[in-house]
């Protein structure tokens, strides 16, 4: 019998096993599909942080609890917010390359209800491949057992105590039993679900669905975040076009070219998201369309190349191009905010059974995730679940 076992390889379980292996525990991480493939390897724009000099820990708590509308846990988002900024230098002495500006510090960007820059970002808009190559990196130097094609579809529960996990084994087509003392879920959202939805097909709430079966409390799995603006073209899929580039300027517009978000907040197209995606909603349901147009095509293209490399080129393959036209956009579902309910040591109620990362509800983000904060939560929640 191992001592733990953790479920998942994006940003949260890469970093429980690796704080738990620095703990001197006996730890194996199983996944379902390649090690790098999860929904952190996708995240565009960022992760936010309080680094930089314009920021302070109640700034980026007071923008988190707004976002939660009322509905996080204090105690949650302090936590966050306060061990962030030590997880994020911690990555990046393992080498995580965050872009810099011309004096060679840190690039903090603004998205959506952050009241200041506080978001770092990687090779543009490719942050999250940025931080999971790190985190891969450190596990293999750690020489941390990680078991790739492995699909969690039971967790194993005796006396309302966790021993452990079934898998099939999608490579050799069997049925694996895998005891442990404890078990680490970090096995992402449920976004995938939907018809439109940002988040690769592997997304589909398994290790939440499992631990519910074993008798776990969920809690808040009414609250799914639809991003306001992924693509919406022909056959194309639904790929996120990022906060960030409503951050550095563009705008939306409807099918008349008006600019309309004037009519919703105030704080135009830097409202938050679920006031950004009805917004989107109304405009398509009053002008009888299924999408709005996204348009960056007013800044200088160089800067929006390299700025947004990978958004670019995926537009480009189906024909459109950032730099010169409107892009149409719709929501989609992208998030999870709900989950396995757990306590702020990712505790759930099953003895030995622990959670972290998207599968969670620890109620760091309440009815809505500020943009950003969910790769955070994967590093200060996942070292915590260790
Ligand atoms: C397109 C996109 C852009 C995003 N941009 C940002 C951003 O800029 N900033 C930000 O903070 N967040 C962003 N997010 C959200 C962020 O990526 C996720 O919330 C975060 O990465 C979740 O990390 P995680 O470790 O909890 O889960 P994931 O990274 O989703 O990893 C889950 C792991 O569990 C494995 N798994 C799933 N089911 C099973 C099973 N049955 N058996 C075994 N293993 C299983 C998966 O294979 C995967 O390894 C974005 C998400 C998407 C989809």
Redesign the pocket.
Known sequence: MRDCIV???????LRAGIELKRLGIDVAI????KAS????N??????AVCLSKNDNFDLHIKDTLIAGAGLCNKKSVEILVKEGPDKVKELIDWGCQFDKNENGELNFTKEAAHSVNRILHANGDA??SEIERTLLNKAQKESIEINEH???IDLLVENKRVIGAKFHNLKENTLNYIYAKSVVL????YAAIYNHT??PS??TG??IASAFLAGCTVEDMEFVQFHPTALNYKKAPSF?L?ESMRGEGAILINDKGERFMEKYSKQLELAPRDIVARSIFSEMQNNLKDHVYLDISHLDSEFVKKRFPTIYHECLKYGLDITKEPIPVSPAA??TMGGVKTDVDCKTNISGLFAC???ACNGVHGANRLA?????E?LVYGARAA
Request: charged residues 10%; proline residues 0%; contains cysteine.
């Open positions: 479920i998942g390889s994006g940003v949260a379980g199983f996944t379902k599909d493939e999860s929904n952190t996708y995240a565009q724009g960022g992760i942050t999250g492995y699909r969690l970090a096995t992402g959202g940002t988040n592997l997304t398994d290790g996120l990022s992208h998030y990362g998207e599968c950003s904060n969910s790769m955070l994967g």
